[in-house]
């Protein structure tokens, strides 16, 4: 029966340092205030996944598609009126909550959960 207990209690700490982990990240980084924003982190999303997390991410083929989604994503962004200082923000921003999630959880889980939201912004 122990084991039981301390596998709840494992899952318990698990989603607290979650929830600490979603709360902390909001505070770190504040939400994209334009389409210009918001494409430029995308493509930092993109680049961080590429280069951080390709055995996650599924290998050369996916760090292949990160690139070019990264790249167009720069693109939309620069038409969007986004100058290099915005791109090296919206990269530092990215960077700073993925160092951060990592720090409180793994890089499996924080490179997932940028997948996952890469994905889902598409």
């Not at 207990?5 to 982990?21: G, P």
């Not at 909001?26 to 994209?32: E, L, Q, R, S, T």
């Not at 939309?76 to 100058?83: D, I, P």
């Not at 409180?104 to 939201?117: D, M, R």
Request: proline share 3%; net charge positive; charged share 15%.
């Amino acid at each position: 029966m122990p084991f039981f207990v301390n596998a709840k209690d494992a899952f318990m700490k698990n989603m607290i340092l979650t929830a600490v982990t979603l709360v902390t990240l909001a505070g770190c980084v504040a939400p994209a205030a334009s389409p210009m924003e918001a494409a430029a982190r995308r493509a930092a999303g993109a680049e961080i996944v590429a280069r951080q997390c390709a055995g996650y991410a599924g290998g050369y083929s996916s760090v292949k598609t990160l690139r070019e989604d990264a790249s167009k994503n720069v693109a939309t962004a620069r038409n969007l009126g986004a100058t290099d200082a915005v791109i090296a923000k919206a990269r530092n921003d990215m960077q700073t909550g993925f160092n951060t999630m990592v720090a409180f959880t793994t890089p499996q889980e924080a490179c997932n959960k940028l997948i996952g939201e890469l994905a889902w912004v598409g």
